[in-house]
């Protein structure tokens, strides 16, 4: 980040590397969500968009989840001007400018994905992902390293787990009605 000074000064002291956050065994910005089991429903997106800021040339979140059709707006809180770059696998590239401060571009996007990466070709260590998922019950784990999926209809899933540097685990779960599932992923070493 020395490179651009204008970055370096939005922190208040070194800017260390993001891309694996564990505390106490638990990880953070992992994704979760149900992978199979929901292929005869049909959800409505939520109307609320999902904010993804360049902030101090970082993205926040760095790792973030919409559904399909859900808005994801991107903001460019900097002075710096940014593109954002997204390499899919299987939506459509895309990469825009962003160069005032204040400016919003609005993305939606018509099929699931996972772990889609966007970058800035500016400065490249800005790094961060998407996932797109095709129903409502997935979440982006904290520090605690948990998500809570709610509302769920009785049924037998598959529940996915993937984050950008361990990579892609799944169990299957039964819920029955009324009731709750717990499952523990265990990713890495
Ligand atoms: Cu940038």
Redesign the pocket.
């Known amino acids: 980040m020395r490179s651009a000074p204008q970055c370096a000064a939005a922190h208040d002291g070194p800017v260390y590397d993001q891309s694996l956050l564990v505390t106490d065994h638990h990880l953070q910005n992992a994704v979760v969500w149900i992978k199979k089991g929901l292929d005869s429903w049909v959800f409505s997106p939520p109307s609320e968009p999902v904010m993804i800021d360049?902030k101090g040339?970082l993205y926040e979140p760095r790792v973030a989840a919409a559904m399909v059709h859900q808005p994801i707006v991107f903001r460019n809180s900097d002075a710096?001007a940014?593109?954002v770059h997204g390499r899919p696998q299987i939506l459509s590239t895309w990469n825009f400018m962003m160069s005032r401060p204040g400016a919003t571009r609005t993305l939606t996007f018509d099929k699931p994905e996972v772990g889609v990466p966007i970058g800035?070709d500016?400065?490249p260590w800005?790094a961060g992902s998407i996932t797109v998922v095709g129903n409502p019950y997935f979440g982006v784990t904290k520090a605690d390293g948990i998500v809570n999926l709610t509302k769920v209809p009785p049924g037998d899933y598959v529940v996915g787990v993937w984050h950008e540097k361990l990579g892609v685990k799944e169990q299957p779960v039964t819920l029955s009605p009324s009731g709750t599932a717990s499952l523990k992923f265990e990713l890495g070493g």
């Open positions: 360049q040339c710096e940014h593109n800035c500016i400065h800005m």
